[in-house]
């Protein structure tokens, strides 16, 4: 831990090294040349010319992209892009490379943009802040070598960790404040279904429970194990959409029409309704995707997104 600290002090004392001299070596004319400097010599003053050379700036990192102006610099796109690509075949998963590289690029800008969100919002991550928050993923690591390690694993310099690291802190704070928003009750249906393959023997079924047969009979004959159940569930939460607009208009004791999906054909009943009742963990994990989903939509449509 001491080493990371001396490691951080040598980098900044290096660059306010480097700026002292620059400022103190060389004097510039009102025409943005080399000036002529004063030497003195004891008591007496010799003015010397000196040779002029043009220094050549620094050329700016390559970017990927800019999102409001704030850059993605190529090289930590193509790291991240190797980085899939390896966990991808540390998991034995094909993936196709172009998919990859839109997935890590779209990744990147919702973490600036979430970042610059932070920092609208008045965030402000210190020095001191992230120097703690380093010192404790260090830790957590298993120590500086583990870290080391880790690093070198997983193609970072310790530069373009810090670079990243500081705008993930940005962006999950802003993720954090998103998500916090979300009620965590909400109107919900408790509801069970029949789900059979054919539609001849759907509509049989239907035609049965409009002339009086009970819905139990079916949905407990078609799945033996749950009779069907559903459970309770919010709006935005069923990934067959067609059957949660279907349900909700329900009062309970009704059922819907015949609904085909990809999974079959469906009857699906009410059992209950609660126009405030506690979301369970996975449905509210589900709203605040949804809510996420929904700020970085809106934060794109609002943002200068350059593809370089």
Not at 84 to 93: P, R
Not at 173 to 196: C, F, G, K, N
Not at 267 to 291: F, P
Request: with cysteine; hydrophobic share 40%.
């Amino acid at each position: 831990m001491k080493k990371l600290h001396r490691l951080l002090s040598s980098c900044i004392i290096l660059i306010f090294f480097i700026t002292g001299c620059n400022q103190t070596q060389s004097t510039l004319t009102p025409d943005n040349t080399i000036g002529t400097p004063e030497i003195t010599k004891g008591t007496e003053t010799v003015t010397g010319p000196i040779s002029t050379q043009t220094v050549e700036p620094t050329p700016p990192e390559p970017l990927v992209a800019s999102v409001n102006d704030e850059g993605i610099w190529l090289s930590d796109y193509e790291a991240d892009v190797q980085r899939y690509l390896d966990a991808a075949a540390n998991l034995v998963k094909e993936v196709d490379e172009n998919q990859a590289k839109e997935l890590v690029l779209d990744t990147m800008i919702e973490t600036i943009l979430l970042a610059q969100g932070a920092r609208e919002s008045g965030f402000v991550l210190d020095q001191e802040m992230f120097t703690k928050k380093m010192e404790q993923l260090i830790i957590d690591s298993g120590g500086e070598n583990q870290f080391q390690q880790w690093l070198n694993q997983n193609n970072y310099s310790q530069v373009s960790f810090e670079r990243i690291y500081r705008q993930q802190i940005e962006a999950v704070w802003m993720r954090d404040q998103i998500i916090s928003q979300v009620p965590t009750r909400a109107e919900q249906i408790r509801a069970r279904q029949v789900l059979v393959s054919s539609k001849a023997l759907a509509d049989s079924i239907f035609n049965e429970l409009e002339n009086g047969a009970e819905f139990d009979y079916y949905s407990w004959g078609y799945d033996q194990l749950s009779g069907g159940e559903l459970g309770w569930f919010p709006r935005d939460y069923l990934i067959l959409p067609e059957i949660e607009a279907a349900v909700f208009d329900l009062k309970p004791g009704e059922y819907t029409d015949v609904i085909q999906s990809t999974y079959g054909f469906h009857i699906v009943q009410v059992m209950e309704r609660d126009l405030d009742r506690n979301l369970t963990q996975d449905a509210l994990l589900q709203k605040q995707r949804i809510a996420l989903e929904s700020w970085l939509t809106e934060k794109k449509a609002n943002s200068t997104i350059i593809l370089k």
